[in-house]
């Protein structure tokens, strides 16, 4: 029960948030497309488009950085540790029975590691090459396997209707447009 109200709950949210961000970001938005279009056409997504879509696993990977489903995790000192306190960054003590609760999303945006424009939307980032140096625990979404690669497939197959639907509703209103004297060709759409 739990995973399967795990597996909803964060898939309608981290899909809730990719799609804002790539309405607020056109470029990212056309290159999503235009993978989508390469890859999948006019077919149905299936599991073998999954591994040809990077850019796509991409958004969904900085989505999941930027506004991770699950907040904050709760971490302790090794359990073999036997000295105390555990100094952490040089200057936090931890103490035997201590938790730590870090705030991912703020994890997540360390400049040290993002750079200045960690808080930014860049997919590019997350791409497999760059995404695979990234140094340990700096990207934790909090989500078991299965969940991640279900939000990655119902992403992709909702970016697919998506654009279809978008597709429809341009067309819709460029018609419109057309029917009340104005040209179609103003119409400023991410399609």
């Known amino acids: 029960m739990l995973i399967t109200e795990l597996g909803h709950e964060t898939t309608s ?8 961000y790539l309405i607020k970001n056109p470029a990212t938005y056309l290159a999503a497309q235009q993978e989508v279009d390469r890859v999948v056409g006019r077919s149905s ?12 696993e991409a958004c969904i990977r900085e989505t999941l950085r930027l506004k991770p489903p ?14 105390y306190p555990v100094i952490i960054g040089g200057k936090y003590e ?15 945006q360390d400049p040290v590691v993002y750079g200045e424009d960690g808080e930014q939307f860049r997919p590019e980032r997350m791409l497999d ?20 690669c279900r939000a990655i497939a119902d992403g992709l197959l909702a970016l697919w209707e998506w654009r ?3 597709h429809w509703a341009a067309l819709c209103m460029a018609r419109s447009y057309s029917l009340h004297g104005a040209s179609p060709a103003k119409l400023q759409l991410p399609l």
């Open 94 to 108: 931890v103490h035997k029975g201590d938790v730590i609760i870090p705030i991912l999303h703020k994890v997540q």
């Open 164 to 166: 279809t639907s978008l």
């Open 45 to 56: 997504v299936t599991v073998e488009h999954m591994s040809k879509l990077p850019f796509i």
């Open 129 to 148: 090459e760059q995404f695979f140096k990234l140094p340990p625990n700096s990207w934790k979404v909090g989500l078991i396997r299965q969940t991640l």
């Open 70 to 83: 699950v907040s904050l995790i709760s971490l302790q000192p090794l359990p073999e540790t036997t000295e």
């Open 13 to 20: 949210g981290t899909l809730s948030f990719l799609f804002y």
